[in-house]
């Protein structure tokens, strides 16, 4: 098994959104162990030597890229943003009918979506009482934390 420096961001954007305070992946070439302090993360690499095998350590800090956002189709609008990184789906499940579509009226508990992290599902409310106005993720998109998923006009 091979980690890209992109697994690694992606796990790393995952863990900042949990309470979990260290993570061990262990493969058949390395041992990686991630801890969370006051500092923020540190990490701890084993290598199991082989004759074949080369090890390489790309060290970076991440740049999040600015997402363009576009303007509400109207004043007053509410954005209903994601509260994680994940991914984020439309529908309980393939096939089905979306939780919303435009148009839709919502309240604060009302489900918009459904965001997957490490393989749990989380249920997204809207957050606020309203109609549905736009959608700006499709369904199966990665999000960031804070990403615009929708707006709603509150009634």
Do not use: C
């Not at 992946?25 to 990490?43: A, I, M, P």
């Amino acid at each position: 098994m091979s980690l890209s420096h992109q697994d690694v961001q992606d796990i790393l954007r995952i863990l900042e959104d949990t309470q979990y305070n260290e993570l061990t992946l262990e493969t058949d070439n390395f041992t990686l162990t991630l801890k969370r302090d006051e500092g923020g993360w540190t990490q701890e690499t084993k290598t199991v030597p082989s004759p074949r095998s080369q090890v390489a350590s790309v060290a970076s800090t991440e740049t999040k890229a600015a997402i363009e956002e576009p303007a509400p189709s109207e004043e007053g609008l509410l954005d209903i943003r994601a509260p994680m990184v994940g991914t984020f789906y439309r529908s309980p499940k393939p096939g089905a009918d979306p939780f919303v579509d435009t148009g839709a009226k919502v309240s604060e508990n009302s489900v918009i979506g459904i965001i997957e992290v490490m393989k749990l599902m989380n249920s997204i409310p809207a957050g606020t009482s309203g109609e549905i106005v736009e959608i700006h993720v499709a369904d199966a998109q990665f999000v960031e934390k804070g990403q615009l998923l929708m707006r709603a006009r509150p009634h």
